[in-house]
């Protein structure tokens, strides 16, 4: 099941969550793991715990004999070395791929490597709420759906060693394209964040005047408020390179809220409820499916 | 610490998750505990679980011995409950203290009993995902703030006895006006619950032309869509009972929406950072004081 993927000299350009869980997943497929980070105590962790079997802050230095090159930074650090200096310092036939949020961006800039290098966009989706290496763990792949978007310097070769990559962390490998992909991921992650932060503001503006505000809030306004809490230099990056589909979704979602309103300011009650049942319905389906009933 | 509350026969109205709950909670406190409900499994699994000494589905054979009486059904059958017969069964001297999502309907009924009997609005401020009394916990109330509203049947000594009350059950008594109460909750639960759906309806509209929407779909979506999957019937009582409070909160919610989105479609990076932060600061503030850093 594993497609057979190995590396002889990976290296994971990013030392966060993302790329040191990434180390820990595919620790039995690589010969030798290069860490790249410019933050000393990101690579000093990677060592200590074993995620890596050496590290530097230098990036010619980690790539350069690279086979297969790991992007774990913030999007848009990744486009900036699509752009750049990575391409002249890769060995032909390396295959790179992404593993940043949103996809477009990253994808156009692939066209950027010199031909010869392989490069797939990716995205797995997963996470965890407090980042940082020292919440890296090998199982966050794991029967997670990992996100492939071939680029102009997709090959079909490269296609199938990015099959074999995800399937070998654990993940679902789905291929789509980059448009599609930033489209699906504006709805179910970057609209539900901005909810949840501007849910955290409404509630702080009157907490001005009645501090009580806090003192009750519950389980429901922790949960639907959670992500609020996400780092916001990585959400501003996100959200930055997925401006227009974030507005389209978030002109949708206001159309669906202003129609609830209506019925619920004109004391439509069962226009109402036959609105709201199919939403109950379609979340606990969702729920039985994806998330064993949570 | 309890206040010493203590009742000879309690009539609980209502054997759902909040009315089980409560006679668990309680049971040390009550010589006798009646449940009323309509359902005959709801009464049968009261008494098999041993949460009450009798039940019963006719009101008057429930309340016309209790010295207190709970009222644990939606809200507008507690409104119903409090305009129509519920005063003519009581004893005088009894206390009526409802625990609805929503008061200022409460209370203001509350002014129809019959002089002579004690009631006091309640509304304590937990739950949990699943309803029912085959949910029923009697550390639901356990450090959770049980927040007391005044109404025209309020005496100085219902008012004690029903601090003790929310006391025995381990709840931390709050008390406020029926209108606060309102205004904050819209905040804190109708409004999130509002997003939640909205959100779940917005997906489920992307969803029919791309059913990977909801494959894709992980963390964020899970706990942010959580409260999409609450009873419609319970909700649909609960904001028609709020309507006025629901609106403003939602109008300002638009207003804190409007202003994220226009410094995003301007690619303003540094004002949405700026407005980002202090939110990310108060959900995260939130959680240390209230949730143990959830």
């Not at 159309?255 to 300011?265: G, H, S, V």
Request: glycine residues 8%.
């Amino acid at each position: 099941m594993t497609g057979g993927f190995h590396a002889r000299n990976l290296a994971i350009v990013g030392m966060g969550l993302m790329g040191g869980s990434l180390a820990l997943a595919i620790r039995a497929q690589a010969d030798q793991i290069v860490g790249i980070d410019s933050d000393e105590r990101a690579r000093r962790i990677a060592l200590e715990r074993g995620l890596v079997d050496s590290a530097t802050d230098d990036l010619y230095t980690g790539v350069n004999r690279a086979d297969v090159v790991i992007l774990a930074t913030p999007v848009r650090v990744i486009v900036e070395l699509l752009r750049m200096q990575l391409g002249s310092y890769l060995r032909s036939n390396t295959l790179v791929v992404d593993i940043g949020s949103t996809k477009q961006d990253i994808v156009a800039a692939m066209a950027a490597l010199p031909i010869g290098v392989n490069a797939v966009g990716g995205h797995p989706m997963t996470g965890k709420e407090n980042g940082g290496i020292d919440e890296a763990d090998g199982r966050l792949f794991r029967n997670r759906p990992f996100v492939l978007c071939p680029s102009r310097r997709t090959t079909p070769a490269a296609r199938l060693r990015a099959q074999a990559l995800a399937q070998s962390l654990g993940g679902l490998p789905i291929e789509m394209d980059a448009e599609r992909h930033d489209h699906i991921v504006a709805g179910i992650s970057h609209l539900p964040y901005l909810l949840s932060a501007t849910l955290v503001a409404t509630i702080s503006n009157r907490a001005q005047d009645d501090a009580t505000f806090w003192a009750l809030a519950a389980g429901g306004f922790r949960d639907t408020s959670r992500l609020a809490a996400s780092d916001v230099t990585m959400m501003g990056d996100i959200l930055s390179t997925n401006t227009q589909a974030v507005a389209t979704l978030l002109a949708q979602f206001r159309m669906q809220l202003a129609m609830l309103e209506t019925m619920l300011i004109a004391g439509d009650e069962e226009r109402l409820s036959e609105s709201l049942l199919p939403i109950q319905a379609a979340r606990k389906e969702w729920a039985q499916k994806y998330e064993n009933g949570r």
